[in-house]
């Protein structure tokens, strides 16, 4: 039993530590300890109220981080209708899917939790009026927010696991323990952001992606046809893209050609 | 020749279409939207015959291109294989559906609007800017309504209107 207190206080004082690196104004990580009784508790799995506060906030912090949103109406209306036509044969159509355009040249796309994706002015400009290797690209990142690859990633974080357990029971949330919030949506940025994705996790998003634009009617090439483009940016270009990623060439070599 | 490049692509994008649903007859399908039409034809406008619940088991008893055969009791009718998944859905899912009427969803409001726990995580964190970033495409996103996604679909004949 010694034992078990033990475990437990290191992982508020690992999760302290974690915090010294996400600073919160004003908010003591070590707060946590008062919510010893909760983090024993624990509860499985992310609720969709949690995931869509998740989602939120890790969206807010990937505007901040990539120059905020570019207002473009008439290019947001149609990353939204490309978008929407993809998730309206989504395996979760509980989810209300968000498209937007983040105000960076370089060439990236992101997901958060809940139904939020972007992409940046660079990749839109990359794929120019060409609907099928857009379709490509959100199908990518719809299938990271409907298999929940962050939140898996979430759940089972070595150090997070007491903490988001806890914070999945509620407390973070209602209680204004901000926290221990800070801390999952920190490992949500950090992951979707900057470790990025492990391989097979990428692979994945691709499958699913092409076979979304498939089934949505667009060709099912998209996807594969904005890698090649690309790959064929040279150093310059590549050396932004999907920084995150597995490298271009394997994931070309897996999508079939057509 | 334009026609003819035109009659290929079609083909091509259907039988890529085909060639990446995983359905065979025999297989199981289950429903993924709150209620599933099974239709008299394989053809999105045809006639429904039977309206199926969330998360219901069908069995596939013919293909024909992105269309299914199924029934599930004594229901037997046609489907978009786009809208069933090739797994059971998690029940958890049946509760949290967005109202689908328009009277319900307007287009100036997104139907799921950033949560307050969200919101007050930007607050704190001083990332207003990007806050009010965020709450500007979903405003953006919701005057993309269910309405004009079918709209879109019929115009553009993708999904189950091709």
């Known amino acids: 039993m010694k034992r078990v207190w033990l475990v437990f206080a290191l992982l508020v004082l690992a999760a302290g530590t974690c915090l010294a690196q996400f600073s919160l104004n004003g908010l003591d990580p070590f707060k946590l300890a008062k919510d010893a009784g909760t983090l024993i508790k624990g509860v499985a799995g992310i609720s969709l109220k949690e995931e869509n506060s ?32 993809l998730t309206r044969y989504c395996d979760r159509q509980n989810l209300d899917f968000k498209f937007g355009i983040l105000n960076s040249d370089t060439v990236n796309a ?16 990359l794929v120019g009026d060409n609907d099928d290797q857009l379709a ?65 996790t990428e692979y994945a998003a691709d499958t699913g992606g092409r076979a979304l634009a498939a089934i949505t009617g667009y060709a099912p090439g998209g996807l594969r046809a904005t890698l090649i483009r690309l790959k064929m940016g040279g150093t310059n270009q590549t050396a932004v893209i999907f920084p995150t990623h597995p490298s271009l060439d394997k994931r070309i070599k897996r999508l079939p050609e057509e | ?136 495409v979903e405003q953006q996103s919701a005057q993309v309504d269910d309405a004009a996604v079918t709209a879109y679909l019929q115009a553009k004949k993708l999904g189950e209107y091709k």
């Open chain 1, 110 to 125: 992101f997901s958060a939790p809940g139904g939020y994706v972007f992409i940046t002015k660079g990749l839109y400009d």
């Open chain 2, 1 to 136: 020749m334009k026609k003819h490049a035109r009659f290929w692509l079609a083909a091509s994008v259907l039988l890529s279409a085909s060639a990446l649903l995983a359905y065979d007859v025999g297989d199981k399908a289950y429903t993924k939207k709150l209620a599933t039409n099974l239709l008299e034809e394989p053809k999105a406008l045809a006639k429904p015959v039977a309206k199926i619940d969330f998360a219901a088991e069908l069995n596939v008893e013919q293909v024909n291109g992105a269309w299914l055969l199924v029934s599930a009791g004594d229901n037997r009718g046609w489907v978009f294989a786009g809208n069933v998944a090739e797994k059971k859905p998690s029940d958890d899912y049946k509760t949290s559906f967005l109202p689908s009427s328009a009277s319900e969803t307007t287009a100036s409001i997104a139907a799921r609007p950033l949560d307050e726990v969200a919101k007050n995580y930007g607050d704190q964190k001083g990332l207003g800017e990007a806050k009010a970033d965020v709450e500007w």
């Open chain 1, 54 to 85: 998740i989602g939120g906030a890790v969206a807010i912090e990937i505007v901040a981080r990539f120059g905020g949103v570019w207002k473009d109406a008439a290019a947001t209306q149609r990353v939204n209708i490309v978008g929407k036509s």
């Open chain 1, 136 to 200: 490509g690209v959100l199908g990518h990142e719809i299938t990271h927010v409907t298999q929940r690859h962050a939140l898996k990633i979430i759940e089972r974080g070595d150090i997070l696991s007491g903490v988001s357990s806890g914070w999945s029971d509620a407390t973070a949330a209602r209680n204004d323990n901000y926290a221990v919030f800070g801390t999952v949506v920190g490992k949500g940025v950090s992951t979707i952001c900057e470790k990025g994705f492990d391989p097979k």
